[in-house]
Structure formats: C-alpha cells, structure tokens
C-alpha cells in the first residue's frame, strides 16, 4: 500500500504541571491524511489541537512523536506549509494586493512581477476582495482581513493548509460568507487541508472526515466520522441531506456525553465511524432540542 500524504505517530506533548511533575496534555496521537482531504479536528477548550496544529506547521515541538509529509519529516516551518491563525496575521504597513504579493513572491521567487501580480489578485477575487486591493489592514474590517488572510494562504498554494480556527473571531453572518467562500476555493484547488474548529455546522460543510478528540489531560484522537455528503455543499441547503442531521447528533452525542471517556483503537489510529450510514446511532441519541442547546454551548 503506498505512504499516505501526512502521517502522524505517536505524538505526545508533555508540559511542566508547575508543581515539580509532569502535565501529558496528549499522548500518542496517530492519524493520517491523504491528499487532496479536508480534515477538522474537534475537542474540547485545552485539549491540545492548536499544539498538535502548530507542531504539523513545525512551530512547535512534539515531546515524542513525528510527523512525516510526502515521505521527509517535519522539524520546522516550511513553504510546504501554509498557516491561517485565528487572529488575521497581516503585514499592516503593507496594502491587501501586496500582503499576497509578499507571500507570492517568497514561494515562486522566479516569476515575472506581472505574473505575480496576476496570481495575487485572482486569489483576491475568489474571496471578493478585488475592489480592495490598495486599502491597508487598518481600512479593513474583521471579516475582510481573515478573507485576506486565507487568500494568501491558498495563493502560495502550500501541499498542506493549516487553519486553526480562523473563523473563530468572527460574527455569524461574516463567518457564513466566508465558509461559502472557502468551500468555493476549496471545490476549485483541492487543496489539504488541517482545520480546527469549535462549530459542528462549520466541520460537517468542509469536511471529508472530522477528528474528535477526548478531552484531556492524556487526550486522544478518538474517533475519524466519515462526512458523507456529497460537493460540491452549500450551507443554504446542507441540512436538506439526511445524513447531516445524523452526523451532526453523532458529533454533539460525542461532545457532550463521550468525550470524557472515548478511546481510539488498540493500535492508537482513530475508530473510523460512519454516521450517515445509519449503523451507528449516538449512545444517547439526544432529542432534537438537547442537540440544539449542545450544539450552542459548543459553539459559544
Ligand atoms: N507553555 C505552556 N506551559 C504549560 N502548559 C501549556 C503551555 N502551552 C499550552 N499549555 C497547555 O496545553 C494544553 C493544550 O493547549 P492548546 O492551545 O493546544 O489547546 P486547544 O485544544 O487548542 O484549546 P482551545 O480550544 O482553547 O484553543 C492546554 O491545557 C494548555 O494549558
Ligand atoms: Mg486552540
């Protein structure tokens, strides 16, 4: 069987607890992505995903553990790699045409500065920015500079696009455009993607598989749900599709009753499950208003 695009084994992240011993926030963290996958991961506030994120872009370090992309592994930061945090990191002396054309030029140092130019604002396009390419980030509201901030990421074209939820800081109904935003950009380049995030809603649009993770300390990636909702999504009309609203209590039924408890196969690989299929059922199957409330108190 050939090598998956990105493998992760056995990763671990040991703390300090402050107290003279050890805080494991998750140990032995195994899973795999093949590319062209978009991924989420969901857990509970601290469990580690933004450590785990951070150690994938090679801006952290895994206690134990590694992390092997397109057969070499990850000891830093790389051009492969591309990072969306979850507070816009723009270059504010700069205008939104050139804090892409900074990033562009660093990745194809070779191209003509017309082609460079040709590539920014297309990216700029695809998330509706094109009548705002000489304003500075200060110009710009919330909603505006995460789009150009996902713009740069996808422009550099990296072989794995790491989001930690970038929508995070943002009100509903920019978040709302902007996930139709990303779909679209996503339908178009099929690139991988790594996203955290805290919103069911959100995972389930993206996603081709959602991580859950337990809760920590000594967390783990429990579970792998399969997404079984056909692209290219919208979010207008997703919950048309039954196997949304089965996949969707699966998520919440883990996030309120399992996630204390859950544990990944033997082996240390995520449980692989598949809710829209309709064999499993959440232990608990929660009503439709117990979902609801669920879903809010995850989101908030
Ligand atoms: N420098 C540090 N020293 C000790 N503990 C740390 C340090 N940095 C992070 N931690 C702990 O590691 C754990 C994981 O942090 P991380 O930011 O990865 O969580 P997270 O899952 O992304 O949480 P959130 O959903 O709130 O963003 C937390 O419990 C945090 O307290
Ligand atoms: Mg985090």
Same mark, same amino acid.
């Given at each position: ?32 992505? *093949?590319?062209? *996958?978009?991924? /989420? ?5 601290? /469990? ?25 592994? $990850? ?12 507070? +816009?990191? =723009? ?17 194809? !140092?070779?191209?003509?500065?017309? #082609? ?9 396009? &695809?998330?509706? =920015? ?8 200060? %110009? ?16 550099? #074209? ?7 939820? !970038? ?11 902007? %996930?139709?935003?990303? $779909? ?6 099929? %690139?991988?993607?790594? &996203? ?29 749900? @399969?997404?079984?909702?056909?692209? !290219? ?8 599709? !039954? ?6 209590? +699966? =998520? ?18 995520? @449980? ?29």
């Amino acid at each position: 069987m050939s090598k998956p695009f990105l493998q992760v084994d056995g990763l671990s992240k040991v703390y300090p607890d402050g107290q003279g011993g050890d805080l494991t926030v998750f140990e032995d963290v195994r899973f795999a992505l *093949e590319k062209g *996958e978009f991924v /989420c991961i969901i857990g509970h506030s601290g /469990c580690g995903k933004s450590t785990i994120l951070n150690v994938l872009a090679g801006l952290d370090e895994a206690s134990s553990g590694n992390v092997v992309m397109s057969g070499k592994e $990850v000891k830093g930061p790389g051009l492969e790699r591309g990072v969306v945090f979850q507070n +816009y990191s =723009l270059l504010p002396w700069k205008t939104t045409l050139n804090n892409i054309v900074f990033a562009v030029r660093a990745r194809w !140092p070779k191209w003509s500065k017309e #082609q460079v130019r040709e590539h920014s604002e297309r990216y700029l396009k &695809m998330v509706g =920015l094109d009548h705002a390419l000489n304003r500075k980030p200060s %110009q710009l509201s919330g909603g505006m500079r995460q789009r150009v901030s996902i713009a740069r990421a996808f422009a550099t #074209q990296p072989e794995l696009l790491l989001l930690d939820e !970038p929508f995070g800081a943002l009100d509903a109904l920019t978040r709302g455009v902007i %996930q139709d935003e990303l $779909v679209k950009i996503w339908e178009e380049t099929r %690139q991988t993607v790594f &996203m955290i995030t805290h919103d069911v809603d959100e995972a389930i649009l993206l996603s081709d598989r959602i991580f859950l993770m337990s809760n920590g300390p000594n967390a783990r990636i429990a579970e792998s749900v @399969k997404v079984d909702i056909p692209h !290219p999504r919208a979010r207008a009309t997703i919950f048309q599709n !039954p196997a949304y609203h089965r996949t969707r209590d +699966y =998520l919440v039924d883990f996030l309120v009753n399992r996630s204390g408890s859950a544990l990944p196969e033997k082996d240390g690989s995520p @449980k692989f499950v598949e809710p829209a299929s309709g064999d499993v059922t959440p232990a608990s199957g929660p009503s439709e208003s117990k979902a609801e409330s669920a879903a809010r108190a995850v989101n908030a």
